[in-house]
């Protein structure tokens, strides 16, 4: 089983500050997926990675995958309160067609 | 370009009843997956199909069962329901031609059961 651990499980910050998010495994993956979820609604896809030391940027959000495909993380800089919600990574379960495991999720809170 | 659609949104059941839930991937997507979220749980994968054929199944009871049409809208059905059944069930859908391809989740069904 690849699991996906994620840290913090919570995390609540004022507005404009910083926060970076994990997501660590001891499996090399394919890709990594960051998603963010809000209460009662469907995860929307942030991002995905796919090349070890990959950065992308999405606005204030900033998405790392290691250098080994092993890990990745999510950097908010000048949070907003529309950044808060359940901040999910996933990866594709290999071998597994059309399976993705998720983390158990970080949950940020940014208030104003 | 329309999304995952999912319906109901909301439904409330009593134990013993069955429940049948939709899904409608986005349009030229054929792989079409299904996820319980619980918030002790998480994210677990229920199984996933692909162009009408179960390619991949999760570790749930017999009780949960799916199906695909030719236009790849997929449902799954849950029969004898128990209250821990109680979630968020989440359709996802991507190409699903290779592993890996990205996967765009639907507002979800909220199932209660009492």
């Known amino acids: 089983t690849q699991l996906l651990e994620q840290s913090p499980q919570f995390l609540s910050i004022q507005e404009g500050e910083n926060l970076t998010v994990y997501c660590n495994s001891s499996?090399?993956?394919?890709?990594l997926q960051w998603y963010r979820q809000e209460p009662g609604e469907g995860p929307v896809l942030l991002v995905t990675v796919v090349t070890g030391g990959e950065v992308k940027k999405l606005k204030r959000l900033t998405f790392q995958f290691g250098d080994a495909r092993k890990d990745s993380s999510l950097h908010i800089t000048a949070a907003q309160p529309g950044d808060t919600g359940l901040y999910l990574c996933a990866a594709p379960a290999g071998g597994s067609w059309g399976k993705f495991q998720f983390g158990a999720g970080t949950q940020v809170v940014v208030t104003p | 370009k329309a999304g995952v659609t999912q319906t109901p949104r909301y439904l409330i059941k009593t134990r013993g009843q069955q429940v049948t839930l939709s899904c409608s991937p986005i349009?030229?997507?054929?792989?079409v997956s299904w996820y319980q979220q619980t918030p002790g749980q998480g994210l677990q994968f229920l199984f996933e199909y692909f162009s009408e054929t179960q390619r991949n199944k999760g570790n749930f009871p017999g009780r949960f069962s799916g199906r695909q049409f030719s236009n790849s809208r997929s449902e799954m059905n849950v029969s004898t329901l128990e209250l821990g059944d109680s979630a968020l069930y989440l359709c996802a859908s991507s190409l699903g031609a290779t592993e890996g391809t990205e996967a765009f989740f639907g507002q979800g069904t909220r199932l209660t059961v009492v």
């Open positions: 499996s090399v993956f394919s890709s």
């Open positions: 349009s030229g997507h054929r792989s």
